[in-house]
């Protein structure tokens, strides 16, 4: 009778624990993004603005999630098990070597986490990866040290036409334009070495290469109007850490009246100036170089 009472106690509060942490894991599920921004995105970079960013973060945070979920686990066994199983005489504790069971669990529970984190990742890696036949914006990304042009395109590849084109100078940062809400296709090349295209707002860089290489990718849509400072990403020389650029998110039809004003030979400037945007980066500035005659090049190119 005694022994029967002890084992329902245990029971109870075996099941009471376990109600416990299936309540804490319902909150975490039905929370979703909420626990993410609660920890600042368990130091992954918030604000997004395409669903492939949104994707990514969603990914990382179930990650870290799953990865607290075992940690919790693994710290509570060891906890348990250094007080329960504390030293108390000479005497052996229980072996459980050879326990099928235990052995079966630790070896497939790690291997069906692993699975489970696979899957999610190679389906979040194929849809940020993916490219589709007709996008309805192509831009062509040129990176040269150490600079950007944008090409606006009519077509996909190396042989469509540029229709509109926006040169970055050492004076002025170019402003990539684009339209929110439509499908868009980056096709990089670079005129020298590797650089890479990369917009902290949409969580994504790629590497831009020389030669006949061409890197694509595409986001699904832009979703959020706004001014977003881009960036080279790949160390590219003595000038690497000024070639920015910005990305000017805008409605499509913002967008159409200004490809259109570029088509008529207006500049970049006054284009955006047309549509009622800032006609010069708001989010960067062009760096000053501290070049002169004097000091470029002292030796007097000896
Ligand atoms: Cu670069």
Redesign the pocket.
Known sequence: MIARGAHGRTGRAGRLAGLGAGALALVFLLGGCDVGSTFAGFGWPEGGVTPQANRMYDLWIGSVIAALAVGVLVWGLIFWCVIRYRKRGDELPVQTRYNMPMEFLYTIAPILVVCVLFYYTAVVQTNVDETKAEPKVTVEVV?FK?NWQFNYRDGEGEHANTVASTLGSSDVIPVLVLPTGERIRFEETSKDVI?SFWVPELLFKRDVFPGNVRNVFEVESIDQEGAYVGR?A?L?GTY?SM?NFELRAVSPDKYQRFLQAKRDGATTQEALQSIGEEPLATKTEPFDTKRTASNFNPSGGE
């Open positions: 990176a150490w650089h080279c790949e590219c690497h070639m």
